[in-house]
Every structure is written in structure tokens, then in C-alpha cells.
């Protein structure tokens, strides 16, 4: 290969253009002679200092090396396409490329090709230029003559602001990127945009970034500071012309705040308010890992359900904040008791899940038992009082006594009433003998039976008020249990009886027809429309009947679907087997409206908002009663409420009671209420009455 040049000159010669080789010397430019493989065969003084070879170095060269690597594979396949179909192209006619020197250094040329024959053999004549000072001089005049206003625009937008040309090199950046990013911005100019990325970006098969695919669209995305940690951002790239180039504008912002409070709320989907235990979804979720190990060790699994003993007494008597108090105390010392590995949970009031995880079957649980009744449980001191505590378990082992994290937490419950029947202050474990129900609820589900045939139920009606109007434009429908037997029975102890004993769904249906047609003659009383909020059990949602049940009641009280709400608990969703969205649906379709009632208390999920068709969400009370002055910082409910309206859902607070929390609430855009500030529940009667003496704002 030594004697290229030589040869190319010889051909020359033959040719009767000896003069060529003293042209190509005397040229300004630098230039080269390439053969059809893309050999280097002559090269000029200027083509010397330009890319730093000497000219016997360049005669052992490729043109593709003096390409960067990123072009090499494209630049080859242009050039044998080029000398399959020579022709001439001026300088400065689409040949603006890179180059690379040979100490690495890139360097921006205009290009332009001759295509010359000499001795029968093809070459092509391509002259060279280092356009880089007049790309320079050219990109300053453009600045100041078109992009002032624009530069202004840009320094005053408060978002980062990114502007690459097509390869995704950064021509522009503001100062708001320099402040998001730590980089002055002549450090931010000529970088890659790759190079502020935590991840990596999807790249093209010339290495360049795939700007183009994202188009309009934003995405979060994630950028890296000058000091090395990450930065949350939401991320949008737009398509534009830098003159005949094309390009990007890359517009972010800081999105950590938004990010935390999503990680607040998701923490809540899976933790207890007030303790920080997991709660029974993520419960659930251990256990179903938990039996999987112990599947394949043929160990077992230990659940242990503690309920504390006479806890109501405490509420009742020193209050809800010193309940709440012994409930953290008594959360921390557990903690404190099991071994690393082992889980407690909290599934809400005063009991607590205790889960042995991987425990050979020899292990002698009686006595570990006897120290969590002992020093656990020992005298806890909350704001003065001491208060003894004691506490009924019961204990379920896996596989024994379950195959299931749900049968083995009913199991455990059961020994946990066996406990309490034995006199408290104890542990029970699991018998299957066990499962027969116990006489005081098997009463109570007859008395309950009897009182739906002779019609002692009742209902009273809550109003509902729009904060933004201070208008009643619903009310909640609740059931009420007054026997000749045994007096007023608490919803919280005849529900769940009619659950067991299978009759909420003749219990709901009966809510359901009564308080439509309540509903229709109350609202001709006041003279317009209200929205009616029934409850909704897991057995009525995936009975047959049931839809067909509401499309009646609506039918045959004379109210419009869109004036039905239905409430669900999270449990229902939680416990989804597939079959519950097609009913959400079908309701929906119906024109009903969907509710998630007391958001927040057990496992919330925001996985669950956006797999079900919901409308509406309704914030547990025991979130509202921690408002106590309008500097609470409340954030929990303030992230519920951003999330629900991102999300197109409508939010309803429950149990509000004071003015405070009133205006807390108004101010953070919550936009229905409930609860005792403006009215207990109300028979039918006294409705119209408690609705007209609320005085709308304004």
C-alpha cells in the first residue's frame, strides 16, 4: 500500500492530467483523493494539518476513519451508494458532517465531491473545510438577531429548558436548568443529552438518543445532578427546526414533591395510620410469600391474632387520644419482641396480627406465649394513667389450620373468641371443633332474622353538604336496630351478624327499596334533586340478582340512576376475584355513581383507584378528626384530595365536626362533607327540615 500515491499519480499521467496532483497541493482546503473501496490514495498539505496525520499516515487510512465512530457505519454505506451513482456536489450543498483528527478531537466540515475517473478506475475528489468558527460566527449572528426575544422567554420560564439538535447535543440551555441540573450553562452547551440522564435512554443504531419516538407526550423521567444524586422530573420533548436542522426542546421540571407524596399515599395503601404496622393487605401479602417458603422447607407458619381486652373502656372513659396512645405503646413493644424477620400487623382498632415466619415444628411456642402476656403486655403509663392491659389470642399454624391467608386469619380469630370466653388474658389455639358458632351470635342472628319479618328496621338519612355552595346535595342512608328485646342494637354489632348469618343481602336490599322511595317523596318536599348514598356489601355486589334489584328500585321510586351512589369498602376491592369490575361496570353503564367509603382506615390502594371504574372517594373520619387548628399539617388528607382530582375523582370528607376542619378542608379543595357539624343522621321526616335550615354560602 505504500506506493498509493505513486499509482494514483501514474494514472494520472496516463490520463493526461499530470497537473491534478499540483491542483490538489495548491487547493486552500484540505483534499482527498479516495478510491471506490474507500482507500485514501492522495491527500494534500492542508489535508495534514487539518486532521493531524502525516501524509503517509493518511495514505494508510480509510476515509471512515476520519469519521467519528457514531457515523462510521452510515458514512460507509453513503459512500458506496455514492460511487454506484456518482455526481458532483458544490460545497456547502448537504455535506455539513463531522469529522474526527487524530487525537480524537471532532471537528465540524462542509464537504464537497467530485467524482473523476482516472485510467478507467473511479475516485472521487472531496474537498474539506473546518466549518467550526464559521458555525460559531454564523450561530452568534442568528442568537442576536433572531433568538433575543426568545432567549428572554426562556431565562424567565421557571421550567428547565433543553434545546438539542437532532444528534441530541445540547445548543441551548436556561437558566432554570442550570439550577435544576448544578451545571453552569456554558458547562450544559455542547454536553450530550445522555449526559444528565440516571438511566439509560433508548438509543438509535447510530448511537444517537431516540428523541423523536417520545414526540408530545410527557413521562417521568429522571436526570442526574453535577454532585451525583437524582432528580425526579416530568419530562416532555417536542420536536422543532434549528434553521434547516432538526432538533428538540426538552422541557422538565422537579417533580421529588410529587413523587413523595405519592410514596405517602402508597405508604397508606399499605400501612395502619396510626401505628405504621403493615395493615391486612400487606399482610396478605407476607403470608402468601411466607407459606410459599415453607411449602419447600416443610416447615410451618405461626399467626397469632391479638385482640386487647376491654380497650373500648379505655376510649370511653379517658378518650380516643388515649386510646390511640396505649395502641402506638403497645405496636413499638411487640416490635421490640419478635424476632428479625418475624411480622406484626395491625387489621385495625385494638387487634394485632403476629406472624412467626419459618418455624420448625418442635419449637416450643407456649413459652415465648408466656413472655408476650408478661412483659409485653405489662403496665403501659399514657399521660399519667397506668393502665394494665391484658389481651385474648389466638393462635393458627399453616398448613395445619389453613391453607390460605384467609382461612387462617378466620381461624385465628376464632381461637381469639375462645380466648375471650375463657375468661381473658389468655391464648387459644385453633380446633376445628372450634368452628361451630357460639350461642350469643347465633341469638342474635335469630332476633335479626325476626326483626327483618316484623319490620324493626329503620333508617335515618345523614346529609350530604358541597363545600362550595354550602348546599345539602345528598344524604347517606343508614340502618338502625331498635328491638323490643334486647333495645338499640349497634350497626357494628347486627352487620356483621347479618353477614354471617346471611342476611345482608335481604338486609341491603330492603336499605336499597327503602331509601329510594324515601328519597323520592323527600326531595318533592323540598322542592329539587338529591343524590342518595346507599351502603353495599361484598355478598350483595356478587349476588345475581342484585343489579337487576337496583335498576328496580330506581324504577319503581321514580329517581334517576345518576342520583344513586353506591359505597363500598376497599376490602371488596382488595378481595377482587375478577368478578367485581364487570358489576362496577355494568353499574356504571347503569348511570349509578361508585364510592370508596372510609378511605384510608384499612388498606387503601391506589392501585385499586385506577383499576375500578370509581367516582368517588370518601376519606375515613379518623383522618379528618386530627385537624384540630388550620396549621394541622394534615398530609395525608392533602394528598388524597391532589391524587382523587388528578385522577378525576370527586372527594367527600366524613366526620366533620368542627369549623376548623371545615375551612382546612374548603381550602384544600375538598368537595363534599358530612357529618356532625351539620347533622346526625335524621329520619325521613325531619330531613326536608335539616336540609332547609343549612344555609348555603353566598
Not at 326483626?451 to 358541597?466: K, R, T
Not at 366524613?654 to 375538598?670: D, K, S, W
Request: net charge negative; charged share 25%.
Amino acid at each position: 500500500m505504500g506506493s498509493r500515491a505513486d499509482t494514483a499519480v501514474a494514472h494520472c499521467a496516463a490520463a493526461g492530467d499530470d497537473h491534478l496532483r499540483l491542483v490538489v497541493e495548491a487547493s486552500p482546503s484540505a483534499m482527498l483523493l479516495v478510491a471506490g473501496d474507500g482507500r485514501v490514495v492522495l491527500a494534500n498539505t492542508e489535508a495534514e494539518r487539518s486532521f493531524g496525520y502525516t501524509r503517509e499516515e493518511l495514505l494508510e487510512l480509510r476515509v471512515e476513519d476520519l469519521v467519528p465512530q457514531r457515523f462510521r457505519q452510515h458514512h460507509d454505506r453513503t459512500r458506496e451508494e455514492y460511487v454506484a451513482h456518482p455526481s458532483r456536489r458544490g460545497m456547502g450543498v448537504g455535506r455539513e458532517l463531522y469529522a474526527v483528527r487524530k487525537d480524537g478531537t471532532e471537528m465540524r466540515v462542509e464537504i464537497g465531491l467530485n467524482p473523476i475517473t482516472i485510467g478507467g478506475e473511479r475516485f472521487v475528489l472531496a474537498s474539506v473545510i473546518d466549518i467550526t468558527e464559521r458555525l460559531r460566527g454564523q450561530a452568534a449572528e442568528k442568537a442576536a438577531d433572531e433568538n433575543l426575544l426568545r432567549r428572554t422567554i426562556l431565562d424567565t420560564i421557571p421550567f428547565c429548558v433543553l434545546v438539542t439538535d437532532g444528534a441530541g447535543r445540547i445548543v441551548t440551555a436556561n437558566p432554570a436548568a442550570e439550577s435544576l441540573l448544578g451545571y453552569g450553562q456554558d458547562e450544559l452547551i455542547g454536553r450530550w443529552i445522555t449526559d444528565i440522564d440516571a438511566v439509560e435512554r433508548a438509543r438509535y443504531a447510530d448511537g444517537t438518543p431516540a428523541l423523536s419516538r417520545v414526540g408530545a407526550d410527557e413521562a417521568e423521567w429522571t436526570y442526574l445532578h453535577r454532585d451525583g444524586y437524582a432528580v425526579p422530573v416530568n419530562e416532555a420533548i417536542v420536536p422543532l427546526a434549528l434553521g434547516e436542522e432538526p432538533g428538540f426542546i426538552v422541557v422538565a421540571y422537579d417533580i421529588a414533591h410529587r413523587i413523595e407524596a405519592r410514596e405517602r399515599v402508597e405508604h397508606l395503601a399499605t400501612h395502619d395510620g396510626l401505628t405504621n404496622l403493615p395493615n391486612r393487605s400487606l399482610l396478605v401479602r407476607h403470608l402468601d410469600r411466607a407459606f410459599d417458603c415453607v411449602d419447600r422447607s416443610r416447615r410451618q407458619v405461626a399467626l397469632l391474632l391479638l385482640d386487647l381486652d376491654h380497650f373500648k373502656r379505655i376510649n370511653d372513659s379517658l378518650g380516643h387520644h388515649i386510646g390511640d396512645e396505649l395502641l402506638v405503646v403497645v405496636a413499638e413493644r411487640l416490635l421490640s419482641w419478635v424476632r428479625q424477620g418475624d411480622v406484626v400487623a395491625r387489621l385495625g382498632g385494638d387487634e394485632f396480627v403476629i406472624v412467626f415466619d419459618d418455624l420448625d415444628p418442635a419449637v416450643d411456642l407456649e413459652a415465648r406465649l408466656d413472655g408476650l402476656l408478661t412483659t409485653v403486655l405489662a403496665p403501659i403509663v399514657v399521660h399519667g394513667y397506668e393502665l394494665a392491659v391484658t389481651a385474648s389470642i389466638g393462635g393458627a399454624l399453616y398448613p395445619a389450620d389453613g391453607d390460605d391467608p384467609v382461612t387462617l386469619l378466620k381461624h385465628a380469630d376464632i381461637a381469639m373468641y375462645e380466648a375471650k370466653a375463657a375468661g381473658r388474658n389468655t391464648v387459644r389455639w385453633f380446633e376445628h371443633g372450634m368452628l361451630a358458632d357460639n350461642n350469643d351470635k347465633l341469638s342474635l342472628s335469630a332476633a335479626l332474622r325476626q326483626a327483618i319479618e316484623l319490620d324493626e328496621l329503620s333508617l335515618v338519612f345523614q346529609p350530604q353538604i358541597e363545600l362550595g355552595s354550602g348546599e345539602v346535595i345528598g344524604v347517606e342512608a343508614l340502618a338502625r336496630w331498635s328491638s323490643p328485646l334486647l333495645g338499640p342494637v349497634a350497626p357494628d354489632r347486627f352487620i356483621p351478624v347479618a353477614e354471617d348469618g346471611g342476611m345482608i343481602t335481604e338486609l341491603g336490599g330492603w336499605v336499597l327499596r327503602s331509601a329510594c322511595r324515601s328519597l323520592a317523596n323527600m326531595q318533592e318536599e323540598l322542592g329539587r334533586r338529591l343524590r342518595l348514598a346507599v351502603n353495599v356489601s361484598p355478598r350483595q355486589l356478587r349476588g345475581e340478582t342484585w343489579l337487576a334489584e337496583i335498576a328496580d328500585a330506581i324504577t319503581s321510586s321514580g329517581i334517576a340512576p345518576s342520583q344513586l351512589e353506591v359505597e363500598l369498602t376497599e376490602g371488596i376491592l382488595i378481595e377482587d376475584h375478577g368478578d367485581v369490575v364487570d358489576m362496577l361496570q355494568s353499574l356504571r353503564d347503569l348511570g349509578v355513581t361508585i364510592v370508596v367509603d372510609d378511605f384510608g382506615r384499612g388498606y387503601s390502594s391506589l392501585a385499586y383507584l385506577t383499576k375500578f371504574p370509581i367516582d368517588k372517594i370518601k376519606i375515613d373520619r379518623s383522618f379528618i378528626s386530627e385537624i384540630t387548628s388550620l396549621d394541622t399539617d394534615a398530609a395525608i388528607v392533602d394528598a388524597i384530595i391532589v391524587m382523587a382530582h388528578a385522577l378525576g375523582m370527586t372527594v367527600v370528607a366524613e366526620g366533620v365536626e368542627t369549623e376548623v376542619q371545615e375551612q382546612y378542608l374548603r381550602e384544600r379543595g375538598c368537595d363534599e362533607v358530612q357529618g356532625y357539624r351539620y347533622s346526625p343522621g335524621v329520619p325521613a321526616a325531619d330531613l326536608v327540615t335539616v336540609a332547609q335550615g343549612l344555609t348555603p354560602v353566598g
